[in-house]
């Protein structure tokens, strides 16, 4: 398989058998498995590489008629496939620093309402 373009070929696994496309730039974060396109399932799959790898064989010439079909499937699932690996940024309150003296005494004024306070003049 090649480290830099898709790779299209056959997962021999008896009756659940199905021809593949492995990307290697669809990566796991994890170096024990690798995603595999799945036609049979329609879906990017992550498989256990010790596991997968000695089942995966080249199209022979009677499957190359699949090339197109797999082609198209991988190109669709693809599009909405979003890797296991991918970290989010979602803030977290309770991760954040405590506010400060001078933010706690700002918030504070915030809060008082403009006619309660005498203490600012009008000019």
Do not use: C
Request: proline share 7%; hydrophobic share 30%; charged share 35%.
């Amino acid at each position: 398989m090649s480290k830099d373009s898709l790779w299209f070929g056959y997962l021999e696994i008896g009756e659940k058998s199905t021809p593949v496309v492995s990307e290697p730039k669809l990566n796991t974060s994890n170096p024990e498995t690798i995603y595999l396109f799945n036609l049979q399932r329609n879906a990017i799959i992550e498989y256990k590489r010790s596991i997968v790898e000695p089942k995966l064989r080249e199209f022979n010439e009677d499957e190359a008629d699949l090339l197109k079909e797999v082609k198209k499937g991988y190109i669709k699932a693809v599009k909405d496939f979003s890797p296991r690996g991918k970290i989010l940024s979602i803030p977290d309150k309770h991760t954040s620093k405590p506010p400060t003296a001078k933010q706690k005494k700002a918030a504070e004024l915030e809060k008082i309402p403009k006619e309660d306070n005498d203490d600012v003049a009008d000019d």
